[in-house]
């Protein structure tokens, strides 16, 4: 129960500071506020225990909302219970089934002490946050979900391109096995390797495809004989345009 309740109390906290103030009593009241101005706080104190809940509890969740960190009610000055119980009536009216959607946070039943007894769904308050532009400062574990089309643009081509290598990388797996096969032919295996360098190759001299792969088995393979240049250089050649190849 909040203390800043009048039917509780009797009397509420701001009249008795501003009275006190006016008499000359000034109470110098040390707060737990939390800002943005403190991430090192954030990080490193009170919000660890919460990052990862599935559940907070209704108390708790209105002093973080309020900008505090999560307290006793005695352990926090008198002047912060009024916004901190503004929050705590926005959850409140955030867990009732109003009749038309259910309610937009869930929340477990309660006993005496509904600050500490009713918990929510945390995943809920920051659904309930995100919606109405509220801030909610403990970290998600759950990466977020990008909706930029340039973002999902991109990722669907990484992705792509990610199946293609994998492909290309078991093609290559393969035929590294079958080399070791006693009757895999030495031509092939030339073959094979004249095709790789001219793929990257051509990109660098700008050289047909045949030309390429005739110049790349003298030079690494002179003692091959003209006759299985040709032969490989066929097979390897894809440029089936008319004209000298």
Same mark, same amino acid.
């Given at each position: 129960m909040s203390p800043?309740?009048?039917?509780?109390?009797?009397?509420?906290?701001?009249?008795?500071?501003?009275?006190?103030?006016?008499?000359?009593?000034?109470?110098k009241q040390a707060t737990a506020r939390v800002t943005p101005e403190e991430p090192e706080e954030l990080s490193g104190g009170w919000m660890r225990p919460y990052i990862g809940r599935r559940t907070i509890s209704l108390g708790d969740a209105a002093t973080i909302l309020a900008g505090y960190a999560p307290a006793e009610p005695r352990e926090l000055p008198w002047e912060n219970y009024p916004e901190i119980g503004e929050w705590r009536g926005a959850l409140l009216d955030a867990i009732? /089934?109003?009749?038309?959607?259910?309610?937009?946070?869930?929340?477990? %039943? *309660?006993?005496?002490?509904? /600050?500490?007894?009713?918990?929510?769904?945390?995943?809920?308050?920051? %659904? *309930?946050?995100?919606a109405r532009g509220h801030t909610w400062p403990i970290p998600d574990l759950r990466p977020a979900i990008p909706t930029n089309p340039e973002a999902l643009l991109e990722?669907?081509?990484?992705?792509?391109?990610?199946?293609?290598?994998k492909t290309e990388l078991a093609e290559a797996k393969q035929g590294l096995f079958a080399v070791d096969d006693e009757r895999w032919p030495e031509e092939l295996d030339i073959a094979m390797m004249a095709w790789h360098a001219a793929k990257s190759g051509i990109k660098d001299t700008g050289e047909r495809p045949g030309v390429f792969i005739g110049k790349w088995l003298k030079k690494h393979y002179p003692r091959l004989s003209d006759a299985a240049v040709v032969r490989i250089r066929t097979v390897v050649n894809w440029d089936k345009s008319p004209g000298p190849k």
């Open positions: 800043s309740d009048f039917d509780t109390l009797g009397f509420r906290p701001n009249d008795i500071l501003a009275l006190l103030r006016s008499k000359g009593v000034v109470l009732v /089934d109003h009749g038309y959607s259910g309610p937009e946070i869930e929340a477990s %039943s *309660w006993g005496n002490d509904q /600050d500490r007894q009713q918990m929510l769904s945390h995943a809920d308050i920051r %659904s *309930w946050c995100a990722i669907a081509r990484l992705r792509a391109q990610v199946t293609s290598l």
